[in-house]
C-alpha cells in the first residue's frame, strides 16, 4: 500500500480542489498548519486520526488516501455497497452542512434516545431550520439509517488507519478489541446508537437490511484476522467463522453490560474478558 508520495500527492489534490489555501485545510482538520506542510513534505508521517479527519473533511476513505482505490485489498473488509453513504457529490459548503447535520443527530440519539429526537432538535442544535434538515433529510428515519452509513465508513476508515502498520495478526485483533470498547466519548456515543439501532431492527423491517450489510462488515473484519492469523501461524486451525460467531457475541454482550452499567462491569473489565478469550480460545500456544 503506497503510504509516500502517493499519499502526499492525494491530499494535495484534495487541497487544492478545496476552497481556500492550505491553511483553511489545515483548520479544517484540526491540524496545525506547520505539521501539514510538514507531512506534505514527507518530514513526517499522517497520524491514523489526521488520516480519519482528511477522509471526513473530504468525502473520501482512508484506503483512497492510502491506495488511490476505495476497493483496494486492505486489513479490514470493505463495506458492502448499500452500507455505504449515500450522500451525493456536492459542493462543498453543502457537504459540510450535511456531515453537521449528521454529527449533531447522531450525538443527541446517543444521549437522549432515537424517539426522544426530533427533527426540531436537531435543527435548534445545528443553529439551522427544520426546513433545512428536511431539504437534506425528508425523515428522522433517513437521518437514522444515514448516519448509521457515515458510521460504518468512520469504523472503516479508523482501522484502515490503525491496523495499516500492524502486520501481525494478534495484534490486529488486540487492536480492532481496543477500537470497540465503548470508552468515553465518540466510541460509547457509537455504542449506544447501536443499541437503539439493534431494537429498531428487531421491530422495523425496512431498517433490517441496513443494518446487517453494516454488521456483516465488523464480522468479515473479524474472521479475516483471525484467518491472517492462522496462516501466520499464530492462531489456532479452528474453524474461523465459528470463532468470529463467539468473539463477536462476547463484545456484543459485554458492551450491552458495560452500556446498562452492570455491577462489576467495566471497560477495563471488558478488555481483560476478551484478552482471556483470544489468549484461550484462539492464540496457538503449543505445536498442533
Known sequence: MDETGGLRERVRGLIRATPGAQREFAAAIGLDQTKLSKALAGVRRF?????????????????WLLSGSDEAATVTAIPAAAARSTLPD???????????????????IARRGYHQVRIADIAEACKTSTATIHHHFPTKAAVLNEALRRNVKLAFDRQVAELRSVPDA?????????????????????WAVWLQVWHESALNPGIRSLYWDSYDRWYRT????????????????????????????????????????RPGSSVDT?????HQFIEHTILQTTVD
Do not use: C, Y
Not at 497520524?47 to 484506503?63: D, F, K, M, Y
Not at 456536492?90 to 443527541?108: Q, S
Not at 471488558?270 to 476478551?274: A, I, N, T, V, Y
Open 47 to 63: 497520524s491514523p486520526h489526521e488520516l480519519v479527519r482528511i477522509a471526513e473533511h473530504s468525502g473520501v476513505t482512508v484506503n
Open 90 to 108: 456536492a459542493d462543498p459548503d453543502t457537504t459540510e452542512t450535511r456531515l453537521r447535520i449528521l454529527e449533531t443527530a447522531w450525538r443527541l
Open 170 to 190: 494478534h495484534q490486529r485483533l488486540l487492536r480492532l478489541v481496543e477500537l470497540q470498547l465503548p470508552t468515553d466519548g465518540l466510541l460509547r456515543d457509537e
Open 222 to 261: 473479524i474472521a479475516m484476522t483471525i484467518r491472517s492469523g492462522q496462516d501466520q501461524g499464530r492462531f489456532r486451525r479452528q474453524d474461523p467463522d465459528q470463532l468470529t460467531a463467539q468473539l463477536t457475541a462476547l463484545i456484543d454482550g459485554l458492551g450491552i453490560q458495560v452500556l446498562t452499567r
Open 270 to 274: 471488558m478488555r481483560e474478558h476478551l
